[in-house]
T-cell receptor, first 114, second 111 residues
Framework: NAGVTQTPKFQVLKTGQSMTLQCAQDMNHEYMSWYRQDPGMGLRLIHYSVGAGITDQGEVPNGYNVSRSTTEDFPLRLLSAAPSQTSVYFC?????????????FGEGSRLTVL | QQQVKQSPQSLIVQKGGISIINCAYENTAFDYFPWYQQFPGKGPALLIAIRPDVSEKKEGRFTISFNKSAKQFSLHIMDSQPGDSATYFCAAMHQGGKLIFGQGTELSVKP
């Protein structure tokens, strides 16, 4: 059982480049979300989705785009990378709009923007 | 603004001691308060959680204390072990499903 799978694990970008972080879950979870983790800032919510076709903004959405065409996949797109987007990104999912509360996290994608 | 404030940022405890991490929140709409544990190179994983209708929840060596009137909650780790060394995050959830995390506490348990 794979759980939440994120790719790539590591990525280096130049300022202005675009890229997509992939996230897939095989638990049939309705709720999926993206966080970024920075020292001293904790985990900050970027975007989230309560089901296929439905997305919404979190705490720090600027510079990121998401879509949810299937239950399984929730890619995060960086439109024009900036050094401030250097971070570790985590995708997470849970059952039924997260009412149960337990988020299952992937192992993270470490992004460096030069 | 930070909706969930966590302290301390780092904590060093001797083996067998008690580790205490505190969190405070602003929004009274939060209705679920979990704690997550994260080991280096891994994603966070749920450790223990509480809803605001109870004041305390205990699972093994881990206890959450919750003070609804003060809008504060804390994690107590009894008989702390070196294997407990990790980063701990408190969090709070809106009814809409968004989980908002605190800043994290890096715990080191010395043998």
């Amino acid at each position: 059982n794979a759980g939440v799978t994120q790719t790539p694990k590591f990525q280096v970008l130049k300022t202005g480049q675009s890229m997509t972080l992939q996230c897939a879950q095989d638990m049939n979870h309705e709720y999926m979300s993206w966080y970024r983790q920075d020292p001293g800032m904790g985990l900050r919510l970027i975007h989230y989705s309560v089901g296929a076709g439905i997305t919404d903004q979190g705490e720090v959405p600027n510079g990121y785009n998401v879509s949810r065409s299937t239950t399984e996949d929730f890619p995060l797109r960086l439109l024009s990378a900036a050094p401030s987007q250097t971070s570790v990104y985590f995708c997470a999912s849970s059952y039924g709009g997260s009412r149960t509360g337990e988020l299952f996290f992937g192992e993270g994608s470490r992004l460096t923007v030069l | 603004q930070q909706q969930v404030k966590q302290s301390p940022q780092s904590l060093i405890v001797q083996k067998g001691g008690i580790s205490i991490i505190n969190c405070a929140y602003e929004n009274t709409a939060f209705d679920y308060f979990p704690w997550y544990q994260q080991f280096p190179g891994k994603g966070p994983a749920l450790l223990i959680a509480i809803r605001p209708d109870v004041s305390e929840k205990k699972e093994g060596r881990f206890t959450i204390s919750f003070n609804k009137s003060a809008k504060q909650f804390s994690l107590h780790i009894m008989d702390s072990q070196p294997g407990d060394s990790a980063t701990y995050f408190c969090a709070a959830m809106h009814q809409g499903g968004k989980l908002i995390f605190g800043q994290g506490t890096e715990l080191s348990v010395k043998p």
